[in-house]
């Protein structure tokens, strides 16, 4: 339509032109004459050129509205997509700050499990302990009244006696009565416990885990709980479905920071230890002296029990390490360091005797940079001051500590007194800490450490 006005435009200026042509001046040489009719033949021509042309800008401007308003559409459609991101990002963050706060609700909780489940253990001890003082008063009266009560007539009892028994076996079935609330507790406390970790290991697995705090250490991630090394296996924890043997078991479920962690050594019990990551394979730690914070002058009872916190000074108790030790060959690994920081160690494959043996050690030297102190190749029994006294009788107080040996007393005695500098002349360096090699050099310690693993591991420097 626009081609026309075009047109009309256009032709005025032709005829113009050839009027110009026509109009030349005298010197040039004369146009060939032309009529009128040839003229608007070529403005015909040159109007039809310029129809087709129109025609044609038309097509293309069609068709370039259909291209931009496809692509507007695309547009479209992708804003669209964008605002349905945006919104499904906004959701995710929602959901992981949801998922952050539930952690931090389970931790907190954990945390307080674990203090409740701790807090029982410790009652459980109690009322065991009370209960075995009971049996014992009542032994201790039976005895007393077996004369008096032999001397009735037959079928005849005081009814003081009577009274006193009935009065003791009430005591006693109140006593089992509150053992097995205590314990029942004790399991539900696990049970919760095992839930909660289950789920902090879901929350970890799926990325949303808060990381922490720039101030704590890399051990972070594992239980940093004071655990109580008295007896804590029950038997509704012993029920526990992947629970580790020792610390190698736990390391073998993937890697572990070095910490406080639960074993179960068979029919033993459940009970807490002090795991230590080595070259990829975790130890499991049996003793340690460090600061002398903890008296290790000790009775047999509580040698055999353990006592001290796993994450100071501590003895695991020889109960606990025959149960480890009694599932496999083992390897005791002894680390020393003495008052110049000069660190040394020294490896034996061991055995353990039963508590019908004393607990007798038995060592063959593997490795170490430190020549052996302790006999190999014999029964050494464990010796405390109350167990075994006759070895005792000429030792020291500063010798004192239970310990492996045909002497307790003798040149080596890792559960010694603890002295916190290193002391002048013999009599005095004697004195604490001490490891007297073959050659007669004694070395006095400032830390000691004894860790046992199976002997599937490489030895390593």
Same mark, same amino acid.
């Given at each position: 339509? %626009?081609?026309i006005? +075009?047109?009309?435009?256009?032709a005025p200026?032709?005829i113009?032109?050839?009027?110009?042509?026509? !109009?030349?001046p005298?010197?040039?040489?004369?146009?060939?004459p032309k009529?009128?009719?040839?003229? +608007?033949?070529d403005?015909k021509i040159?109007?039809?050129?310029?129809?087709?042309?129109?025609?044609?800008?038309k097509?293309?401007?069609?068709?370039?509205k259909?291209?931009?308003?496809?692509?507007?559409?695309?547009?479209?459609?992708?804003d669209r997509?964008?605002?349905?991101?945006?919104?499904?990002?906004?959701?995710i963050?929602?959901?992981?700050?949801e998922l952050?706060?539930?952690?931090?609700?389970?931790q907190?909780?954990?945390?307080?499990?674990?203090?409740i489940? *701790?807090?029982l253990?410790?009652k459980?001890?109690?009322l065991?302990?009370?209960k075995v003082?009971?049996q014992?008063?009542?032994?201790?009266?039976?005895?007393?009244?077996?004369?008096l009560?032999?001397?009735?007539?037959?079928?005849?009892?005081?009814?003081?006696?009577?009274? *006193?028994?009935?009065?003791?076996?009430q005591?006693d !079935?109140?006593?089992?009565?509150?053992?097995?609330?205590?314990?029942?507790?004790?399991?539900?406390?696990?049970? !919760?416990?095992?839930?909660i970790q289950?789920?902090?290991n879901?929350?970890?697995?799926?990325g949303?885990?808060?990381?922490?705090d720039?101030?704590?250490?890399?051990k972070? %991630?594992?239980?940093?709980?004071?655990?109580s090394?008295?007896?804590?296996?029950t038997?509704?924890?012993a029920?526990?479905?992947?629970?580790p043997? /020792?610390?190698?078991?736990?390391s073998?479920?993937?890697?572990?920071?070095?910490?406080?962690?639960?074993?179960?050594?068979?029919?033993a019990?459940?009970f807490h230890?002090?795991?230590e990551m080595k070259?990829?394979?975790?130890w499991?730690?049996?003793?340690?002296r460090?600061?002398?914070?903890?008296n290790?002058?000790e009775t047999w009872e509580?040698? !055999?029990?353990?006592f001290?916190s796993?994450?100071?000074?501590?003895?695991?108790? +020889?109960?606990?390490i025959?149960?480890i030790?009694?599932q496999s /060959?083992?390897?005791?690994?002894?680390?020393l360091e003495?008052?110049?920081?000069?660190?040394?160690?020294?490896?034996?494959?061991?055995s353990l005797?039963?508590?019908?043996?004393?607990y007798a050690l038995?060592?063959?030297?593997?490795?170490?940079?430190?020549?052996s102190?302790?006999?190999?190749?014999?029964?050494?029994r464990f010796?405390?001051?109350d167990?075994?006294?006759?070895?005792? *009788?000429?030792?020291?107080?500063?010798?004192?500590?239970?310990?492996w040996?045909?002497?307790?007393?003798g040149e080596?005695?890792?559960?010694?007194k603890?002295?916190?500098?290193?002391?002048r002349?013999?009599?005095?360096q004697?004195?604490?800490?001490?490891?007297?090699?073959?050659?007669g050099?004694?070395?006095s310690?400032?830390?000691?450490k004894m860790?046992?693993?199976?002997?599937?591991?490489e030895?390593f420097e």
């Amino acid at each position: 339509m %626009r081609a026309i006005p +075009l047109l009309i435009l256009i032709a005025p200026l032709v005829i113009s032109s050839r009027m110009d042509q026509e !109009q030349a001046p005298p010197d040039s040489l004369p146009p060939e004459p032309k009529s009128r009719f040839a003229m +608007l033949d070529d403005v015909k021509i040159l109007a039809n050129g310029l129809l087709q042309l129109g025609h044609g800008l038309k097509d293309f401007v069609h068709k370039t509205k259909t291209q931009i308003n496809d692509i507007f559409q695309k547009l479209n459609v992708f804003d669209r997509s964008v605002s349905d991101l945006s919104l499904q990002t906004n959701e995710i963050k929602e959901e992981e700050r949801e998922l952050r706060r539930t952690t931090s609700n389970l931790q907190a909780k954990n945390e307080e499990m674990k203090t409740i489940s *701790l807090e029982l253990s410790s009652k459980l001890e109690d009322l065991l302990e009370e209960k075995v003082r009971l049996q014992q008063k009542v032994r201790g009266l039976e005895e007393k009244l077996m004369p008096l009560v032999q001397s009735l007539p037959e079928g005849q009892e005081h009814h003081e006696v009577t009274f *006193l028994k009935t009065f003791v076996e009430q005591q006693d !079935q109140s006593i089992k009565e509150l053992f097995q609330t205590v314990q029942e507790q004790y399991q539900q406390l696990n049970r !919760q416990h095992g839930q909660i970790q289950e789920m902090e290991n879901q929350l970890r697995k799926t990325g949303f885990q808060e990381a922490p705090d720039s101030g704590l250490s890399s051990k972070q %991630r594992a239980p940093r709980t004071v655990a109580s090394l008295g007896a804590n296996g029950t038997q509704a924890a012993a029920a526990q479905e992947g629970m580790p043997a /020792d610390c190698a078991a736990l390391s073998d479920g993937g890697s572990h920071p070095s910490g406080v962690y639960a074993i179960r050594p068979g029919p033993a019990g459940v009970f807490h230890v002090y795991c230590e990551m080595k070259s990829g394979s975790s130890w499991t730690v049996i003793q340690q002296r460090v600061d002398g914070s903890q008296n290790f002058n000790e009775t047999w009872e509580n040698y !055999q029990r353990g006592f001290g916190s796993l994450e100071g000074e501590f003895w695991l108790g +020889l109960e606990k390490i025959h149960a480890i030790v009694k599932q496999s /060959d083992y390897i005791l690994r002894i680390e020393l360091e003495d008052w110049k920081d000069n660190k040394r160690y020294i490896e034996y494959l061991f055995s353990l005797g039963s508590p019908e043996t004393d607990y007798a050690l038995r060592l063959s030297e593997i490795q170490g940079n430190i020549p052996s102190a302790i006999p190999e190749h014999r029964d050494l029994r464990f010796a405390t001051w109350d167990h075994n006294a006759k070895k005792h *009788l000429n030792c020291p107080e500063s010798y004192s500590g239970g310990w492996w040996g045909p002497e307790v007393c003798g040149e080596t005695n890792l559960n010694g007194k603890y002295v916190k500098a290193r002391a002048r002349g013999k009599p005095e360096q004697r004195r604490g800490l001490y490891w007297k090699t073959q050659k007669g050099r004694l070395y006095s310690l400032k830390t000691t450490k004894m860790l046992i693993h199976p002997t599937d591991l490489e030895s390593f420097e």
